[in-house]
């Protein structure tokens, strides 16, 4: 499944640089491509430090930051796709930036391992 997803999302890509390339020319879809990379970076810094401050406030309370390391795992892969030249990973980097989107991804992550659950 994973190869899967290396061979298809860099051939959507690709096809996506070539249309939008060809509508409004290769220098605005370059430009495009580094605008949302550097906001990208600036919304994962900015989230990835209150999830610090927020984890190390928990800490000193004595209370188990677990929405903090769910938050970083997130902002992990949101950034990583972002920083990820194209149009395809930006558009999931930033649906995953997305708290809805944290909270459907956890609930069908959880319902996955629980049907797999051996008794």
């Known amino acids: 499944m994973i190869f899967l997803a290396f061979i298809i999302i860099p051939i959507i890509e690709i096809s996506i640089f070539i249309t939008i390339g060809s509508n409004i020319g290769i220098l605005n879809t370059i430009a495009i491509i580094l ?33 903090e390391i769910k938050g970083g795992i997130f902002l992990l892969i949101s950034g990583l796709l972002l920083i990820t030249p194209g149009f395809f990973t930006d558009c999931i980097g930033f649906a995953v930036f997305l708290k809805p989107v944290q909270n459907f991804i956890l609930l069908k992550a959880k319902n996955y391992f629980q049907s797999r659950k051996r008794y």
């Open 35 to 67: 605008l949302t990379a550097f906001v990208g970076i600036f919304l994962v810094r900015r989230q990835g430090l209150n999830l610090l401050v927020n984890a190390q406030r928990n800490l000193s309370d004595g209370i188990m930051p677990t929405e």
